[in-house]
């Protein structure tokens, strides 16, 4: 916090209120609803999807008793509290192929993981516990009765509600339902995004690049983010400025989406078409956020869509998409937003920044020596510098009111990525 870290903002414009982006990002979740349709999918095509009415059970899971362990069935009673037990050995249980059976007071079954418990037995001793000699069965003293068993409906009983209509179905959910023997599940329709770039500097993929032109590269992370929430993604391309292209490329979006994202043409250069068509076409609200990057919105209405006009900066795509774009989309699919958990961790250098705006900084974090958290910046924290994007895995979150922190400060982090 030394004078030195207080750069004057160059997006600094005090005379303007600025929506807080809690305030921002509720009113944007307020302003949506989640979209009607749904369609039964086997499950190999339900990643991902969101569960469109409630999971309920049809079987106990397990659904029988059976054992934890290899080992001995075994009745508890027979077990003695402090010596040896002797026991006869009179059959097998293997998973899939039960003891046909009863185990009498004296008798033992070898028993495998998943076996069936057979008849009259209560209790599994492992076999590392167990000595065999012929056909007699020696348990060494402290074997607790009724021990290695799983229980019928242990973790599912039949009639259960398992999972609640807008549940995201990733692995374990899927897992969950396959283990219920159900081969399909009913999901809400996938939500379609339609997305393009506008701008006459800017130039597709593979052509050459002529004096002021860049490469069209917010469709690709747009691309990518949207593919990786589950929607289904409408890449309408780059779209020349001019008014009637523009006015084409909103009418073609909003016939065909639930939501329409684009980025650049939301701050306050000359006025270029995206602007006036909006304003034009549908009702959209041009808002400035305290936050860096991702300043300038636009957020409205397209016809039946959802529009969200990003900032074109690179990084401010990324970041207003993940703080307000995705858990819009989120509610509009049905389910609830989940953004991931804010952690604190010690920064290993120096963060610079000046007082007025939330910043998302891009940092990488890691395990410290000491087990507590440690992250550092990933290199220059301008909107257009995407590498620092690129090499981090998390944003470091500094209040609007900090003037930069320290090295050994602790901050506030936020990871980009869960557990597939
Ligand atoms: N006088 C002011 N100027 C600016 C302000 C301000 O408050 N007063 N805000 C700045 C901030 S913050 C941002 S963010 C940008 C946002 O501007 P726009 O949303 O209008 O975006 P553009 O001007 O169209 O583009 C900004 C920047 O991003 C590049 N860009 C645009 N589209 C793409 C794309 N598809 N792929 C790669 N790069 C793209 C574009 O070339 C510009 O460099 O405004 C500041 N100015
Ligand atoms: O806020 Mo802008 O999005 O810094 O570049």
Request: with cysteine.
């Amino acid at each position: 916090m030394t004078a030195s870290n207080q750069d004057p903002d160059p997006c600094a414009t005090p005379e303007q209120k600025l929506l807080s982006v809690e305030e921002a990002r509720q009113r944007i979740l307020d302003a949506v609803a989640p979209v009607t349709g749904d369609e039964v999918l086997p499950l190999r095509s339900a990643l991902g999807r969101v569960l469109a009415e409630p999971l309920h059970a049809g079987i106990d899971v397990p659904g029988f008793a059976n054992s934890a362990m290899d080992g001995y069935a075994v009745r508890g009673a027979d077990l003695a509290p402090d010596g040896t037990t002797e026991l006869q050995l009179t059959g097998q249980a293997m998973a899939g192929a039960p003891f046909a059976g009863q185990v009498e007071a004296g008798q033992a079954v070898r028993i495998m993981t998943g076996a069936v418990l057979p008849e009259g037995a209560d209790t599994v001793v492992m076999q590392e516990r167990v000595e065999v000699d012929g056909d007699r069965v020696r348990i060494g003293a402290g074997q607790k009765a009724g021990a290695n068993v799983r229980h019928p409906g242990e973790d599912i009983r039949a009639g259960e509600r398992v999972l609640e209509a807008g549940t995201r179905l990733l692995p374990p959910q899927l897992g969950v339902i396959a283990s219920l023997g159900q081969a399909e599940a009913r999901v809400r329709r996938r939500l379609r995004v339609a997305f393009f770039s506008t701008g006459d500097e800017l130039v597709g993929l593979g052509r050459p690049l002529g004096p002021g032109q860049i490469y069209d590269s917010n469709r690709y992370s747009l691309h990518a983010m949207l593919t990786r929430l589950g929607v289904e993604v409408i890449d309408l391309g780059v779209i020349p400025d001019t008014r009637e292209a523009v006015r084409a490329a909103f009418t073609d979006a909003a016939a065909q989406a639930d939501a329409v994202i684009t980025s650049g043409g939301v701050s306050v250069g000359e006025a270029d078409y995206v602007k006036e068509t909006l304003e034009a076409m549908g009702e959209v609200d041009f808002w400035r956020i305290a936050m860096k990057p991702g300043k300038p919105l636009a957020i409205g209405r397209l016809g039946g869509a959802r529009f969200f006009g990003l900032p074109g900066n690179p990084v401010s795509v990324m970041a207003t998409f993940y703080q307000f774009t995705q858990p819009a989309l989120e509610k509009m699919m049905g389910t609830t937003p989940s953004p991931p958990p804010l952690l604190q961790a010690r920064t290993a250098a120096p963060l610079k920044k000046s007082p007025g705006r939330l910043e998302f900084q891009r940092g990488w974090m890691e395990s410290a020596e000491d087990g507590g958290l440690q992250v550092r910046p990933t290199g220059g924290q301008g909107s257009h510098l995407m590498t620092s994007m690129s090499r981090a895995n998390c944003f470091i979150i500094l209040p609007a009111e900090s003037n930069g922190v320290e090295a050994g400060e602790t901050v506030q982090v936020q990871p980009f990525a869960g557990l597939v």
